[in-house]
T-cell receptor
Framework: NAGVTQTPKFQVLKTGQSMTLQCAQDMNHEYMSWYRQDPGMGLRLIHYSVGAGITDQGEVPNGYNVSRSTTEDFPLRLLSAAPSQTSVYFC?????????????FGPGTRLLVL | AQTVTQSQPEMSVQEAETVTLSCTYDTSENNYYLFWYKQPPSRQMILVIRQEAYKQQNATENRFSVNFQKAAKSFSLKISDSQLGDTAMYFCVTRGTSYGKLTFGQGTILTVHP
């Protein structure tokens, strides 16, 4: 049981480039989400999904796209990278139906946009 | 909308001593949940303890306990018998009725000294 995995661990992009951050979980969790973590700030929700084919925006969705074609995978796409998107990105998953969910976080992807 | 404020950017404690991390929050929802997450240098996010707002009894988890003051909207974390492995960033987190949409505080860096 690998839990939540994220690739790559570290990436350097040039302004305007696009890329996809991968997230996968093997716990059959319905709920998945993406957060970004900036210095001096807590994690902020970018996008989330409550199941395959269903996604919605979080607090800071601009500049990011997501899709959920399978239960296991929830990739995050940067369409045209900007320096303001330099951050550490966390993917999380949790089972739905519990009264209080426990979110399982991945190890994070550190992104540097030059 | 929810907000979470952690007013202590950094704290330190000697091994085996007790330390309390402060957190205040604001929410317009009647039903909500509160969490403390730990982020060690590995960047992995780890759930430490959780509290349902409708429960008056403070949650405890081994050496970790909370002081939940609902009227004051305060949710502090007490760590007893501090260990070197407790060194980490600690986040106070809330969730309202929107499943899985967590709101994070800014974090408190805790250093445990031998």
């Amino acid at each position: 049981n690998a839990g939540v995995t994220q690739t790559p661990k570290f990436q350097v992009l040039k302004t305007g480039q696009s890329m996809t951050l991968q997230c996968a979980q093997d716990m059959n969790h319905e709920y998945m989400s993406w957060y970004r973590q900036d210095p001096g700030m807590g994690l902020r929700l970018i996008h989330y999904s409550v199941g395959a084919g269903i996604t919605d925006q979080g607090e800071v969705p601009n500049g990011y796209n997501v899709s959920r074609s399978t239960t296991e995978d929830f990739p995050l796409r940067l369409l045209s990278a900007a320096p303001s998107q330099t951050s550490v990105y966390f993917c999380a998953s949790s089972p739905m139906g519990a009264v209080v969910e426990t979110q399982y976080f991945g190890p994070g992807t550190r992104l540097l946009v030059l | 909308a929810q907000t979470v404020t952690q007013s202590q950017p950094e704290m330190s404690v000697q091994e085996a001593e007790t330390v309390t991390l402060s957190c205040t929050y604001d929410t317009s929802e009647n039903n909500y949940y509160l969490f403390w997450y730990k982020q060690p240098p590995s960047r992995q996010m780890i759930l430490v303890i959780r509290q349902e707002a409708y429960k008056q009894q403070n949650a405890t988890e081994n050496r970790f306990s909370v002081n939940f003051q609902k009227a004051a909207k305060s949710f502090s974390l007490k760590i007893s018998d501090s260990q070197l492995g407790d060194t980490a960033m600690y986040f106070c987190v809330t969730r309202g009725t929107s499943y899985g949409k967590l709101t994070f505080g800014q974090g408190t860096i805790l250093t445990v000294h031998p």
